[in-house]
């Protein structure tokens, strides 16, 4: 059986130990709008961008509009994930009084 380890600290995590599954998705946003008194009508953008596409990598097109991550993390490095997930050193915002907003 392949030993399991933190993915951040590197700890080796015994099976019977608690372990930590941090999930995190990104993916594109739209929000709604679109400019229709731009020089290029709504057809036109959207036929530009077909053809843009065509030239594209699929596969770079399917990471910039959606990427997961999982990490396995211990209780020490989920805790500090969980205190500042992007390593800021600012204490993130959680719970019933944060209400984050996508659009």
Known sequence: MEKLRCQNCGLDISPEALKYVVEIRSFAD???????DSSEG???GINTFLDAMEDMDIAKVDEDISKDLILILCKKCRDNFMDDPLQTGFQSRQ???FKPILH
Not at 30 to 36: N, Q, R, T, V
Request: aromatic share 16%.
């Open 30 to 36: 739209f929000d709604g709008y679109i400019d229709e």
């Open 42 to 44: 709504i057809e036109d």
């Open 95 to 97: 719970g019933d009084n």
